[in-house]
């Protein structure tokens, strides 16, 4: 069997093969510049929509790209916005939480210097009955703080505060405030300036309007004007003496009846109690201590 000889080139043909070809190319072009013009235009006819194409596909992709990443930027910021911006929110709540209760202890100073002559502590309301308003609610004092059953309960209040209530039942850590709105409630009351005294009473009817009655005040010819203070009584067997009640809102004349009638206004906002101050000595303590 014949055998094939095997046919190679050495790198050096080669190499000097495609040197020759270019230069005959690179004559040919300068010579024959005529001849290839049409050839150059033909193919610029074809290749030059291609090449506007392909410029124009690779823009688009080039803005899209940019515009993915400005908007993963974008995103980046936004979420770092969010989270400074939920931040500043966190902490302005904190602010007006703290300017709150700062604006809530300051009318309890103000009371407790109104009432410097009583030993007083603070509390804070945790729970009430159903309603608007806290006729029955519960603080954070009990009888582990020294909390007694007929304790004064009193709050601040834009216009200086006054009586709350009085303390009905004790746990351990909480107490029950039965105030003076609640319709079981009457509390021996008189006219500051004339001391004339008289039932102040809690009323149903009355409450839904913020008002509370008062009755069996002597009908005398004395002339009471809205806005008479009225205090508790040195008579009542509960409440200290002198604690602001409220003001008089209208006085009724009973023609048929020795007494006369009427409604207050009470120096508390029975609607938003957050905090009160409980002056811990007992009504009957303080009158033995007297009698003694």
Known sequence: ???????????????????????????????????????R?????????????????GTFFTSKTDNFKSMNE????????????????????????????????????????????????????IDKDAGNWYSVFKID?????GMKVGMNVMAGDSSGGGLVGIITQTGKNWSKVRSIIDDTSKVGAMILKTNETCIVSGNLTLQEKGLLEFSEMDNSEIEYKAGAEVVT???????HQGILIGYIKEVVKDENANTRTGYITPAVDFTHLETVLIIKQLKEELDTEEDD
Do not use: H
């Open 41 to 57: 235009g033909a193919v610029g006819e074809v290749v030059s929509p291609m090449q506007k194409g392909i410029n124009t596909v």
């Open 74 to 125: 974008l995103m980046k910021e936004n979420k770092q916005l969010k989270k400074q911006l939920n931040s500043v929110n966190y902490e302005n709540k904190i602010l007006q939480q703290e300017k709150y209760e700062l604006a809530e202890l300051r009318k309890l100073f103000e009371l407790d210097e109104k009432y410097a002559s009583y030993d007083t502590v603070a509390a804070r309301v």
């Open 141 to 145: 004092k009990g009888s582990k703080d």
């Open 1 to 39: 069997m014949r055998r094939r000889t095997k046919f190679t080139l050495e790198p050096k043909v080669v190499l000097i093969f495609f040197l020759v070809l270019c230069l005959l190319l690179i004559i040919t072009s300068f010579l024959f510049k005529g001849f290839y013009a049409p050839i």
């Open 233 to 239: 009584s040195y008579l009542s067997d509960k409440f």
